[in-house]
C-alpha cells in the first residue's frame, strides 16, 4: 500500500536475499521480500509447475517470443522453437559480448540450476577474496551453508549400476585414462528421491528431463529450504511479480530511511501498477547483473549518487564455457540421462579448470560426452549507465572468453588425443565448438571491500547492503551459488550484531 513502512526490503529472493530474510526474520525484524519473478506455486493446467527441458512452453522463458535454449544447436539444426511471452522462469538475458542465464521467481537461481554445491578449495578462496578471513569461512559459514541448503553426494554404488548415469561413468572413464581426477560433485537434489525415481516408486523429475525450467520434484530449491524457514518466522512478506524501480533516501537523507518505488508486473511483462514504501534499511539481493544494473542506474540517474566509483565494475562469467565431445560407437553415452550433473574432471592443477560431466537429456543416443567448464578467467567487464537508452549495458566482449577455452583444452585435447576422439561442431552452431557466448555464473559489479566495506555496507548510505553475487569479484573458482550462500550468512551475522 502507499505510505507503507517496512524494517528490511529485500530486493529479490535467490540466495543473497532468502539468507537475508531468514536471518533478518529470526532476529525479529519484519521483512518485506521483494521479487520481480513469478510465485512459482501453483500448476498449470497441465497439473505442473514447471514445464519440461524437451518441452519448453511459456513457462520456459522470461518475456521472450522464442526460446533460446543454451545449446541452440543439434547435429546443425537450430532447435529453438516460438513460445508466448510470459514472466516465465528462465531469463536468458543478452548483452553485447555475452547471454547470461538467471532463475526469475521465488526462489531465484535454485529454480532452475543445476543444484551443483560445491565449496571451493580454500588456497582457491583466499585468493579470490582475500579480506575474508578464510579460517572462519571454512570453520563456520561455509559449513552453515551447506546444511541449510541440504547438501548431500550420490550414493557411489547406485552411480555404478544405474543406466540414468552412464553418461558420467563415460566421462569417469575418458578422464582417468588421461590421468584426470574424477571427482564426485555435491548436489541438492534429493538423491534417495532420485533412487526412488528410477524405481518406479514416485513422480520423475531429474530422469525425466527436468532441470533448466525447473524441477517439478526432488531439488531442495530455496523455496523448501532457507524460504520456507524465513515463513515460519511469520515476519517475512513476499511479493512476487513485484520488481524495485528506485531506492533513494527519504525526506532528502539523514535517517529517515529510504523511498524505495515498485513496480507490479502482470505475467506478459506490463507494469500494471506503481508502489511506494518506506525502509529502514535495503538490502540489494538482485543477482550479479541485478544488483549492478540497479546500483548503476540509481549512482547516474542522482537517486544514490554517492556511490563510489567501483560500483558496476569487476563482473565476470565464472570462466564458463562448454563443449561437446563425439565418442567411439562402443562408448554410447545412454538414452536415459539424469538431468542432475554428479561428477566432474579436476585440472585445476593447470592453473585452472574444472569440467562437470553434464548430461545432454535428448531421450536418444546422441553418442556425445557434454561439458561445462569453470576455469580461470582474469577478464573483467563493468556496467554503464546509457542515459539514451534509459539501460544498463555490459561492455564484456566474446573474445574475452578465449582464456577460459585455452583451459578448457588442457582437458579436453588430452582426452581427445588419448581416445582418438574429436570435438563435436554441431551443438552451438554449424562447425562450432566451443560454447563461449554465453555464463550461468554471473558474479560481481558490487565487489565486497571496493564497492561496499567488507561486510556489503553501502558505505555512503547507511542502512543500504549488496548481499548476493555481485560481490564475488568475476570467480568462484567452482560453482557460486553454495560460495554467495556462506558470504551472505557471514555478512548478515556481522550487519545484525552491529547495525540493528
Ligand atoms: P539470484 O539467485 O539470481 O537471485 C536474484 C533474484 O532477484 C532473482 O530471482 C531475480 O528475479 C530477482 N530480481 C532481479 N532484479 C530485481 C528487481 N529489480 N526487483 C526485484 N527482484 C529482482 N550455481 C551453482 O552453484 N551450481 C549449479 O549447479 C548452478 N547451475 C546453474 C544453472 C543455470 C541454468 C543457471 C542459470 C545458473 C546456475 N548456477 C549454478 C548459478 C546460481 O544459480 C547463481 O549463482 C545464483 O542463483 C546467484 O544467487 P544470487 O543470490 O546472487 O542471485
Request: net charge neutral; glycine share 12%.
Amino acid at each position: 500500500a502507499a505510505g507503507a513502512h517496512v524494517a528490511a526490503l529485500v530486493v529479490g529472493s535467490g540466495y543473497g536475499g532468502s539468507v537475508a530474510a531468514l536471518r533478518l526474520a529470526q532476529a525479529g525484524v519484519h521483512v518485506h521480500l521483494v521479487e520481480m519473478g513469478m510465485a512459482w506455486d501453483t500448476p498449470g493446467p497441465d497439473g505442473k509447475i514447471f514445464c519440461n527441458t524437451l518441452r519448453p512452453d511459456h513457462r520456459s522463458y522470461w518475456l521472450r517470443e522464442r526460446t533460446k535454449a543454451p545449446l541452440n544447436f543439434f547435429l546443425g539444426f537450430p532447435i529453438d522453437r516460438d513460445i508466448t511471452r510470459y514472466t516465465g522462469v528462465l531469463d536468458a538475458e543478452d548483452f553485447a559480448g555475452i547471454t547470461v542465464y538467471q532463475g526469475r521467481g521465488v526462489g531465484g537461481g535454485s529454480l532452475v540450476n543445476g543444484g551443483m554445491a560445491v565449496t571451493p578449495r580454500r588456497e582457491n578462496f583466499a585468493d579470490i577474496l582475500p579480506g575474508v578471513n578464510a579460517a572462519e569461512m571454512y570453520a563456520t559459514y561455509y559449513p552453515r551453508a551447506n546444511t541449510e541448503l541440504g547438501v548431500g553426494t550420490v550414493n557411489p554404488a547406485w552411480f555404478d549400476s544405474t543406466d540414468y548415469y552412464q553418461y558420467a561413468r563415460v566421462g569417469r572413464k575418458h578422464a582417468q585414462r588421461s590421468g584426470f581426477p574424477f571427482v564426485f560433485v555435491p548436489d541438492v537434489y534429493d538423491w534417495d528421491y532420485m533412487e526412488r525415481e528410477a524405481a518406479g516408486t514416485v513422480p520423475k523429475s531429474a530422469l525425466a528431463g527436468e532441470i533448466l525450467y525447473g524441477n517439478n520434484h526432488g531439488k531442495k530449491t530455496l523455496q523448501h529450504t532457507y524460504l520456507a524457514r524465513a515463513k515460519a518466522t511469520g515476519r517475512v512478506t513476499v511479493s512476487a511479480l513485484h520488481r524495485v524501480a528506485s531506492v533513494s533516501p527519504a525526506s532528502g537523507g539523514g535517517h529517515g530511511g529510504y523511498t524505495v518505488v515498485i513496480e507490479q508486473l502482470d505475467t506478459g511483462g506490463a507494469v500494471v501498477a506503481t508502489k511506494t514504501v518506506t525502509a529502514d534499511r535495503v538490502f540489494f539481493a538482485a543477482g550479479s547483473v541485478g544488483t549492478s544494473k540497479l546500483l548503476v542506474k540509481l549512482k547516474a540517474t542522482g537517486a544514490l549518487p554517492a556511490l563510489n566509483d567501483e560500483v558496476g565494475k569487476g563482473w565476470g562469467d565464472n570462466g564458463n564455457v562448454m563443449c561437446g565431445r563425439a565418442n567411439h560407437v562402443w562408448d554410447a553415452t545412454g538414452s536415459l540421462q539424469s538431468t542432475i550433473p554428479c561428477a566432474g574432471i579436476d585440472n585445476w592443477a593447470a592453473g585452472g579448470a574444472f569440467a562437470e560431466v553434464a548430461p545432454l537429456p535428448t531421450g536418444i543416443e546422441t553418442f556425445a560426452s557434454f561439458y561445462l567448464a569453470i576455469t580461470r578467467n582474469p577478464n573483467r567487464a563493468s556496467f554503464r549507465w546509457n542515459s539514451a537508452a534509459g539501460r544498463a549495458e555490459l561492455d564484456w566482449q566474446t573474445a574475452w572468453k578465449q582464456p577460459s577455452i585455452d583451459m578448457a583444452k588442457t582437458i579436453f585435447d588430452k582426452i581427445n588425443a588419448k581416445e582418438g576422439t574429436i570435438y563435436r561442431s554441431d551443438l552451438f552452431g554449424v562447425y562450432k565448438i566451443w560454447g563461449d557466448h554465453l555464463t550461468y555464473h554471473p558474479l560481481g559489479g558490487a565487489v565486497l571491500g571496493r564497492a561496499t566495506d567488507g561486510y556489503g555496507r553501502l558505505a555512503a548510505y547507511p542502512g543500504l547492503y549488496v548481499i548476493d553475487g555481485a560481490l564475488i569479484p568475476g570467480n568462484t573458482s567452482v560453482n557460486p551459488f553454495v560460495t554467495i550462500t556462506a558470504l551472505a550468512e557471514r555478512n548478515i551475522e556481522a550487519i545484525i550484531a552491529a547495525d540493528l
